[in-house]
């Protein structure tokens, strides 16, 4: 079973409140726990915290575990998103065009810099099938970064202003 709990306290304590949450949750205020999270519990699959609904904002994963103190992230998670599967063998399959259309290349690993797998400046799509990535708008995994995990998939970079920024990318590891 998969359960990311969030205690308003450190050390697991919830004196004003805390929340289990089982599935992937785009916004936080739905639990009424927007911004309140100062410690964690993370059961089965790794978990990626945000510090803005709908998985935007700073990120980082979470495995399994207790963490009593979070101090990058204290009060600031915004949205909770489950990495089904967990983190080994990544995979994700990159297109040319939207809607999955167009040349597409499928990686297993980092890719400090995309043009080496003859797309640069071409990517306009992708679906994750296994595994979390971090997708980034520069070489050697700089610039803006984006957070995407098996199911996740994005018809159409225009959208999200991405649209042939995708310049690196790698899988989240342990």
Do not use: C
């Amino acid at each position: 079973m998969n359960r990311i709990e969030l205690f308003d306290d450190p050390n697991f304590k919830g004196i004003n409140g805390a929340i289990s949450v089982r599935e992937s949750t785009p916004d936080l205020t739905v639990h009424s726990f927007m911004n309140r999270a100062s410690s964690m519990r993370v059961t089965g699959d790794p978990w990626i915290v945000f510090t803005e609904i709908n998985y935007g904002g700073d990120f980082e994963m979470y495995e399994e575990g207790k963490h009593a103190v979070i101090p990058e992230f204290h009060n600031k998670i915004a949205s909770v998103k489950v990495i089904r599967g967990g983190l080994s063998t990544p995979k994700i399959n990159l297109y040319v065009d939207k809607d999955y259309k167009g040349a597409m290349t499928t990686l297993l690993d980092a890719q400090p810099i995309i043009s080496s797998s003859g797309m640069d400046n071409k990517i306009s799509s992708h679906k994750v099938e296994s595994g979390a990535w971090i997708l980034y708008d520069k070489e050697h995994y700089q610039g803006n970064m984006m957070a995407a995990v098996a199911g996740d998939s994005v018809p159409n970079y225009a959208t999200i202003q991405w649209d042939d920024k995708l310049k690196s990318l790698k899988p989240f590891t342990s």
